[in-house]
């Protein structure tokens, strides 16, 4: 058990972390070869100069970890959806 999850309930959250931030990461500072003025023979000049996939997968992992710490914290203290009060919902 981690965190009060099965392995594999831990490895599965954290991959849909994962990938979630990852996508949302991947758009930031990519700079198309067009803005870069060096077009490769046979690719679109809309594709990326330089992607920097392997820093963008470091970041993703550590932000990852820290998000899923968050969310272990926040469920492992017994808060849950019906803990946030929502205007029009309850007394």
Do not use: H, N
Request: glycine letters at 8%.
């Amino acid at each position: 058990m981690i965190f009060g999850y099965s392995i594999t309930s831990a490895l599965a959250i954290y991959f849909v972390i994962w990938w979630v931030i990852l996508f949302a990461i991947l758009p930031i500072g990519v700079r198309t070869q067009d803005e870069a003025g060096e077009v490769t023979p046979g690719t679109m000049s809309s594709a990326p100069d330089k992607p920097l996939l392997v820093r963008k997968a470091m970041i993703t992992t550590c932000v990852a970890a820290i998000v899923f710490a968050i969310f272990v914290a926040i469920t492992r203290s017994g808060l849950s959806i019906r803990d946030i009060p929502l205007p029009g919902y309850g007394s």
